[in-house]
């Protein structure tokens, strides 16, 4: 109760297009982040800044479809947190080679981006030889 | 009667007057190009920076270097097909490489490989 009257929202965007400045800036602090972040978990040797760069582009691409400002600065919020638990060192090693370093074919199925005309047939053809 | 001998050497002494020092004025010769106690003399050469920021565009993951030449007049949205978010991710790898640090303002601005080229080049603190 205390910690979340401490912690300050700031309003919400008029439009689409500050909406949109927003997620840019959200970016670049993300992106200036990142030396600090391969320093606290020390990931020199499991991934390199353009691929993390690139990890980053793609969770705020998988919510570009949106366009209601509201749903946007709410996403942004819950991104600016998960920064802020990676940058303070909440999380551990084994969080952000998981959820960051991997991708999404190793461990987490997303379920977002279910093609629906793929058969499950032919997703797990394409993936091995023996299901 | 040192200075009476000194004279008498010297009279003997020859010293070869190189012409051709007197014949360039000063401002041409290579003490102009060398400034030996300058600290800001270490500039990056236009055709390193257009190397390495071509690199850095070849080397993005969602441009393909072999279908298309990509050129320094390069348009990263127009002519690379990519995203306003690509763009921004281009200019963050820009400023990684030469340890810049751009303002949102000059960012927007930065659209295509001919304006990071010329913005990188003229940036006093470009490495």
Same mark, same amino acid.
């Given at each position: #109760? $205390?910690?979340?009257?401490?912690?300050?929202?700031?309003?919400?965007?008029?439009?689409?297009?500050?909406?949109?400045?927003? +997620?840019?800036? =959200?970016?670049?602090?993300?992106?200036?982040?990142?030396? !600090?972040? #391969?320093?606290?978990?020390?990931?020199?040797?499991?991934?390199?800044?353009?691929?993390?760069?690139?990890?980053?582009?793609?969770?705020?691409?998988?919510?570009? *479809?949106?366009?209601?400002?509201?749903?946007?600065? #709410?996403?942004? =919020?819950?991104?600016?947190?998960?920064?802020?638990?990676?940058?303070?060192?909440?999380?551990?090693?084994?969080?952000?080679?998981?959820?960051?370093?991997?991708?999404?074919?190793?461990?987490?199925?997303?379920? $977002?981006?279910? @093609?629906?005309?793929?058969?499950?047939?032919?997703?797990?053809?394409?993936?091995?030889?023996?299901? | 009667?040192?200075?009476?001998?000194? !004279?008498?050497?010297?009279?003997?002494?020859?010293? &070869?007057?190189?012409?051709?020092?007197?014949?360039? &004025?000063?401002?041409?010769?290579?003490?102009?190009?060398?400034?030996? #106690?300058?600290? *800001?003399? @270490?500039?990056?050469?236009? +055709?390193?920076?257009?190397?390495?920021?071509?690199?850095?565009?070849?080397?993005? &993951?969602?441009? @393909?270097?072999?279908? =298309?030449?990509?050129?320094?007049?390069?348009?990263?949205?127009?002519?690379?097909?990519?995203?306003?978010?690509?763009?921004?991710?281009?200019?963050?790898?820009?400023?990684?490489? =030469?340890?810049?640090?751009?303002?949102?303002?000059?960012? @927007?601005?930065?659209?295509?490989?001919?304006?990071?080229?010329?913005?990188?080049?003229?940036?006093?603190?470009?490495?």
């Amino acid at each position: #109760m $205390a910690f979340a009257m401490r912690v300050k929202v700031p309003p919400n965007s008029a439009n689409l297009q500050e909406a949109r400045h927003r +997620t840019f800036d =959200f970016f670049r602090a993300a992106c200036r982040s990142i030396p !600090s972040i #391969m320093d606290i978990y020390n990931l020199y040797d499991v991934v390199n800044p353009s691929q993390l760069r690139s990890t980053i582009a793609a969770e705020i691409r998988k919510n570009a *479809h949106i366009t209601n400002p509201k749903v946007i600065d #709410m996403l942004l =919020f819950k991104a600016m947190e998960e920064l802020s638990n990676i940058t303070e060192h909440a999380k551990q090693r084994h969080h952000i080679i998981g959820q960051y370093v991997v991708g999404n074919q190793g461990l987490v199925q997303d379920a $977002a981006n279910k @093609d629906e005309n793929v058969s499950n047939f032919l997703k797990n053809f394409y993936k091995s030889n023996y299901f | 009667m040192a200075w009476a001998l000194r !004279s008498a050497i010297l009279g003997h002494v020859r010293v &070869p007057v190189k012409g051709s020092n007197l014949l360039t &004025p000063l401002w041409l010769t290579h003490r102009t190009t060398v400034r030996s #106690m300058s600290s *800001h003399d @270490d500039h990056l050469e236009k +055709t390193q920076v257009i190397d390495r920021i071509l690199d850095i565009v070849k080397t993005f &993951p969602k441009v @393909d270097p072999i279908f =298309f030449s990509v050129t320094p007049e390069v348009h990263f949205q127009k002519d690379l097909g990519l995203d306003s978010l690509d763009n921004v991710e281009i200019i963050m790898a820009i400023e990684e490489e =030469f340890k810049l640090e751009i303002p949102d303002k000059e960012a @927007d601005k930065i659209d295509s490989c001919a304006l990071a080229i010329e913005y990188v080049y003229n940036h006093p603190m470009a490495s």
